[in-house]
């Protein structure tokens, strides 16, 4: 079964500087899909970013990035000029291309970002 | 545009007590819908999902439930709550695959 890590339970940042999130997968299979969601204080999660395993090119979203390493299964998230709205709860998930509607979550990172 | 809706935001239960959420979907047709749970501390756990009306797939044995009565609405439900049920439970849905689009959610404290 593919598990999801999120190694650091808690990230600050200052407000416009550049803060990394990481994140670890376990799977087995060759195709899938990457994702990262925000979920702020509202509770309702947003989707920042996602990435396809068969693009080796990272994906990218304003001041959102990724560092996309499928040989180490890691798949980091950048955020550059942090703003105070980036606040919020971070998820790393994980889906199969094979067909399974089952997104497996890491159990998040929780970023401050001090003004 | 789409929207999600989700209902009640909060709700508090007593142990043993019936329990019914709702979602309902609004500007697309034929949505996969789904049913996730968040614990305390914890990442988001697939409960239920359905790819058209009447077919429900489940992901974790437990004590909940999921109906879809129609396109566009889906139903979690328990019999006889138990503490354990007690977390965040949001809705989502889907018509692009691998885009998901999350409700409110609903805060549940079972007492």
């Known amino acids: 079964a593919q598990t999801v890590t999120q190694s650091q339970p808690e990230m600050s940042v200052q407000e416009a500087e550049t803060v990394t999130l990481s994140c670890t997968y376990d799977?087995?299979?060759?195709?899938?899909?990457l994702f990262w969601y925000k979920q702020p204080p509202s509770r309702q999660m947003i989707l920042v970013i996602r990435q396809e395993a068969y693009k080796q090119q990272n994906a990218t979203e304003n001041r959102f990035s990724v560092n996309f390493q499928k040989a180490a299964k890691s798949f980091s998230l950048k955020i550059s000029d942090s703003q105070l709205g980036d606040a919020a709860m971070y998820f790393c998930a994980y889906r199969s291309a094979g067909g399974s509607e089952k997104l497996v979550f890491g159990k998040g990172t929780k970023l401050t970002v001090n003004p | 545009s789409q929207t999600i809706h989700q209902w009640p935001a909060t709700l508090v239960q007593p142990v043993g007590s019936p329990l019914s959420l709702e979602c309902t979907v609004e500007g697309t047709s034929n949505p996969n819908l789904y049913w996730y749970r968040q614990a305390a501390g914890r990442g988001l756990q697939l409960l239920f999902y359905s790819v058209g009306i009447g077919q429900i797939s489940s992901e974790v044995p437990q004590n909940l439930s999921a109906s879809r009565p129609q396109d566009r609405q889906f139903i979690l439900s328990s019999k006889k709550l138990l503490l354990s049920d007690s977390g965040f439970y949001l809705c989502?849905?889907?018509?692009?695959?691998?885009?998901?689009?999350f409700g409110s959610g609903t805060r549940l404290t079972v007492v």
């Open positions: 799977t087995s299979e060759s195709d899938y899909y």
């Open positions: 989502a849905w889907s018509r692009v695959p691998l885009v998901l689009s």
